[in-house]
């Protein structure tokens, strides 16, 4: 094993709080203005259920009918994701005009990477928007979930991040790189209809089925993410040991804070960031066909 200068430890242990903002804080929001939903918020840290699907009929049939949407969705025979030689820069501490323009520049290659593998795939594509906050704001999804940082509202397709003072005084660059991608991912589970069969599956699902199919949700966006940041893999953003420690992180404390066991356990959604991010494609997350014991 290699050693690690005294400077790199000081540079790791800033990292391991950033990472503990940012994946205590995760959540993901998902409303569509068609239906409503009687569902309540399922887990502490999750948010409101949804005011309808994502989708289109919500009944059990269809839930059979669209399943295809997620287990054999066209994107998963693209191939490895473009590598659009994402450089977003540097991201100094105490500014937030160089978070601001460190995101929007990680958005843009989000924006090309994604946009390109659509194509490939021969489906329309839509980018998200991207809007920076410093405190909570109520989106069209709903009110901002307590301890947010990032939400995804599929109504208005905007991705919220809301930098805090603590994030600003401990920035780091992999880990908000990794958190917007994951957004990013949900993102594209929506326009690509992945979500389709989710919202129906849910619908008729039982408690224990329901955490499932949120385990493959999260579970996917999270290696897509990873893919992601396989694009950049070596470069002063994605470093060996940068990575490697935010894999551990997650291995450890991936599931702390969630009262239920919809995002995947620490070991799990540490091995889906290191199958996405070892095979660079977005076939590599098909989590909807995988053995559910590899979703756990």
């Given at each position: 094993m290699n050693s690690v200068p005294a400077g790199r430890?000081?540079?790791l242990v800033a990292a391991g709080v950033a990472l503990a903002l940012a994946a205590a804080a995760l959540t993901l929001v998902l409303a569509d203005v068609a239906t409503t939903s009687t569902d309540p918020a399922y887990g502490g840290r999750q948010p409101a259920a949804p005011s309808g699907s994502a989708g289109q009929s919500r009944h059990g049939g269809a839930a059979v009918a669209g399943r295809a949407t997620a287990t054999a969705n066209p994107l998963y025979k693209t191939g490895r994701l473009t590598d659009v030689n994402c450089r977003p820069?540097?991201?100094p501490a105490g500014s937030m005009p160089a978070y601001r323009r460190f995101l929007t520049r990680v958005t843009a290659c989000l924006n090309k990477a994604w946009a390109a593998q659509f194509r490939k795939a021969g489906m329309p594509f839509a980018k998200p928007r991207l809007r920076i906050i410093t405190r909570k704001v109520k989106t069209p999804c709903g009110s901002w979930n307590t301890g947010a940082d990032g939400v995804y509202c599929s109504t208005d397709r905007t991705m919220y991040l809301m930098i805090s003072k603590d994030q600003l005084r401990n920035p780091f660059p992999l880990g908000i790189t990794r958190l917007i991608a994951h957004?990013?991912?949900?993102?594209?589970?929506?326009?690509?209809?992945?979500?389709?069969y989710y919202w129906a599956a849910r619908t008729v699902a039982g408690k224990a089925k329901r955490l499932q199919l949120s385990r493959n949700s999260e579970l996917q966006a999270e290696c897509f993410s990873a893919v992601f940041m396989s694009t950049m893999k070596g470069t002063s953003?994605?470093?060996?040991a940068d990575w490697a420690y935010t894999v551990g992180w997650f291995r450890k404390n991936g599931a702390k804070g969630w009262p239920q066991n919809d995002h995947g356990k620490g070991p799990t959604q540490a091995a889906w960031m290191t199958r996405g991010f070892n095979r660079g494609s977005p076939g590599a997350c098909n989590t909807w066909a995988a053995n559910p014991r590899n979703v756990t």
């Open positions: 430890l000081v540079a820069g540097s991201l957004e990013y991912g949900h993102h594209v589970q929506q326009v690509s209809g992945i979500w389709n953003l994605v470093t060996d």
